[in-house]
């Protein structure tokens, strides 16, 4: 594993470096305590910010140039995605279409669906969602139950997703649903659907923090073009494993660069106020050790991934470790700052910087999505580790 970068990659970065300089307007922080900004708002400077970046190249740099791309390396796309951490870039609307649908569209989608689908998710005209879990099929995702019977030349779905993120603003949702009730893996199938379509209904649910960014989605009779079918007819549980892994794995240096900003100014607020007693350092040193620890195995991903090798089941050891110790970060700073890490985001007596009550309310569900931590726990024993069952 080589931790350099090459005289390219320096290139890559300074140049976009002076791009930042002078095409960000405000960052991430600035926009959330302006309190003319509310969630729409919110999403709308988001979806500009990512339009800005497409126009200038920075968008889906690694897929193929004829997706969109520009057939960048994984180095590249991380060197990215540090630097927009660094300077606290708002991040890009379309984040669930182009980390897990476009890869699967690459991977497994018709040369038609990628022309149809990926420019416009990469120019953020169509916002996607993912739609997996089901009440009663969360960890147990392969016990899911909305049904795609195909009639014709259309698929009709009836049933129920939930938890979806982005749902209440997204305009497609990527789908699996059951096509052979008595194939438990391989009577399932990806679909796109169009939320516009007849029969579907979106409704919003009120998170923790206080945003309605995710919701349920209900199919009613719903028909779905069968052009609309990534891959064959029962190959979804397939496609879904590769789209898991990338998200799961492929976006820890990315996620090691915002916890790395948001431990930088726990360390920097402690010092401002004189919190430098023996116990306060052993704990912020512990917390730096972890985020050397959470690098240090982005990096691993990383030079897979640059070799050319899809993220596998070791991703599960990085989905475990962020979304952890983001939640000791995010308690070490409520324990630590008392009361001023409980100002609102709105508060002129906040830090700038940081917004520790939405992010420590946040963090709450790291360890849910995406797998929640027993189950990556139950993925290392059984995948990476090879242990036998209990
Ligand atoms: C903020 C947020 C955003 C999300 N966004 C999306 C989205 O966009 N699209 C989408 O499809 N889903 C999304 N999800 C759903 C998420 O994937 C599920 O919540 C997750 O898979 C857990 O499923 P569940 O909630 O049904 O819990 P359950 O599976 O019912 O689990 C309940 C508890 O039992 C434990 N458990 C379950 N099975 C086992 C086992 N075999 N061994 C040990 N322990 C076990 C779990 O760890 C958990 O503690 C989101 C969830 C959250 C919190």
Redesign the pocket.
Known sequence: MDLSLTADHQAFRDELRAWLADNLDRTWADALRDPGNGEHELIELRRDWQRKLYAAGYLGMSFPREWGGRNATQVEEVILAEELSRVDAPMYLNS?GLGLCAPALIHHGTEEQRRRFIPAMLNADEIW?????E???????ASLRTRAELDGDSFVLNGQ???????PWADWIFVLARTDKDDRYGGISFILVDLKSDGVDVRPLK?ITGESE?GEVFFENVRVPRDNLVGEVGEGWRIAMTVLGYERGATTMATAARLGNALRSLVATCKELGLEDTATRRRLGKLIIDWQVLYSNGYRTLAGLDAGEAPGPESSVEKLFWSEFDQRLQTAAQELLGPGAQLERFDSNARPDVDWPRDFLWSR?ET????????QR?IIAKRVLGLPQG
Do not use: M, V
């Open positions: 669930l969602c993912q739609g997996f879990s009440p009663g099929a969360g960890s147990d995702l997703k939930c938890w979806t993120t982005f749902g998170q995710f569900a849910i999505f995406s797998g929640s931590s027993e189950i139950n």
